[in-house]
């Protein structure tokens, strides 16, 4: 957690500084588009900087800090690291594998000339084409040209030069890419050390196949395992066995170094933060069984359809089904569920009530209301201690 820069208020600076700082050290953030609560990309930067707004991300973008592109998902990266993106550019590129299976080479072409003679372009400029050119160009047909204009982003012709919410606009990669980046592709174990780096760096305790997360070259994840192996050889990396018996990296002398104080904080984490999206990690190490249900039929749903994992001091302690009702600034929670714990019930809900306080202003919600509590006994005292919010 203290890798993840989430047991102190101000790890990382405040606003863009701190933004630009938070994503160069956890490595990437996800993009999503489900929109129950505050979009993923802007949560998990809200829950470690404090004055994050929303539109910096799109100041980082056009102020080339950062690129976005495919991690295990879509993400925003430190522009720092933009030459690790390349080899999935060019395995895409070289059809070693497949973004769209059935390309087409000729509107790609069509589209990439056009944004080098005319400028950026967005998928809608498309669209808007297409309503007033003539049935007989009808390669500007709407679903063909966006799905070109993803495969020329996918495999490195353009990048995104910045965003309008969730449109995106394409350019030219050489005339986005700032002139001092190194564009050159990495070897493989120079891609094998940016790889453990990174994860030592943001997770602090990696197994194996934390390593290589969602990554399926086999020779990335063999370089990985050599290098992993020359660490501990050399004394650089040390290696701890867990109750569940398995094996986790850390660096050398790592559990002598001084831990943040603990405070009596709680986060309320986005699904997809950096934090928990590797689940049987979450599982193993803090004994904490989570899934995001929006994906699971209603039917078998134990929890609710956006449940938001919860964070309390250093250790999860529940999840919160909830939904943002912006038109009229309601923050509704669905259900609240506290697991069995041996902390103390009043310190746990006036931080609770103190994290409500600043979630509910950042998804621009000004009363809540609360449903339902499990264990029920904790029902009366959240809602007396919510009253000032309702």
């Not at 405040?14 to 802007?42: C, F, K, N």
């Amino acid at each position: 957690m203290a890798a993840q820069g989430l047991l102190q208020t101000n790890t990382y600076g405040r606003g863009l500084v701190g933004a630009r700082q938070a994503i160069s050290h956890i490595g990437y953030v996800q993009i999503d588009t489900i929109s129950v609560v505050e979009r993923a990309h802007h949560h998990v930067l809200h829950t470690r900087v404090p004055s994050f707004q929303p539109a910096m991300i799109n100041t980082l973008l056009l102020d080339r800090d950062v690129f976005e592109y495919w991690a295990h998902a879509a993400a925003f990266l430190p522009m720092a690291d933009f030459r690790f993106s390349l080899p999935y550019k060019h395995a895409i590129k070289s059809g070693q594998t497949h973004w769209y299976k059935n390309k087409d080479k000729k509107l790609m072409s069509e589209l990439l000339a056009r944004v080098r003679s005319e400028g950026p372009m967005r998928a809608r400029d498309v669209e808007q084409n297409k309503k007033t050119t003539k049935k007989s160009a009808g390669w500007w047909d709407w679903k063909p040209a966006k799905k070109a204009l993803e495969q020329l982003y996918m495999q490195g012709d353009l990048m995104v030069s910045h965003r309008e919410g969730f449109q995106k606009t394409y350019d030219l990669t050489e005339r986005v890419l700032p002139s001092h980046i190194n564009s050159k592709m990495p070897s493989i174990d120079e891609f094998a050390t940016h790889i453990v780096d990174q994860q030592l760096r943001c997770h602090g305790f990696v197994s194996l196949k934390g390593f290589t997360y969602l990554r399926r070259d086999t020779a990335l994840r063999t370089a990985v395992k050599t290098l992993v192996s020359a660490r501990l050889a050399e004394g650089i990396l040390e290696q701890v066995q867990i109750d569940s018996g398995e094996i986790f990296m850390i660096e050398a002398g790592a559990f002598e170094s001084k831990l943040p104080r603990l405070s009596h904080r709680m986060l309320i984490l986005s699904p997809f933060d950096n934090a928990v999206i590797q689940r049987e990690r979450l599982k193993v190490l803090f004994q904490y069984d989570y899934q995001l249900e929006c994906y699971v039929p209603e039917s078998k749903r134990r929890y609710g359809y956006f449940c938001l994992p919860l964070l309390y001091r250093d250790k999860f302690i529940g999840r919160m089904d909830c939904k943002a009702h912006r038109k009229v600034k309601h923050l509704e929670i669905k259900a609240l569920y506290i697991e069995p714990h041996d902390f103390d019930d009043d310190e746990m809900i006036n931080a609770f009530v103190h994290a409500m306080i600043l979630f509910c202003r950042f998804q621009q919600c000004e009363r809540v209301s609360l449903t339902r509590v499990y264990p029920r006994y904790l029902t009366q005292p959240l809602q007396a201690a919510l009253e000032p919010l309702r």
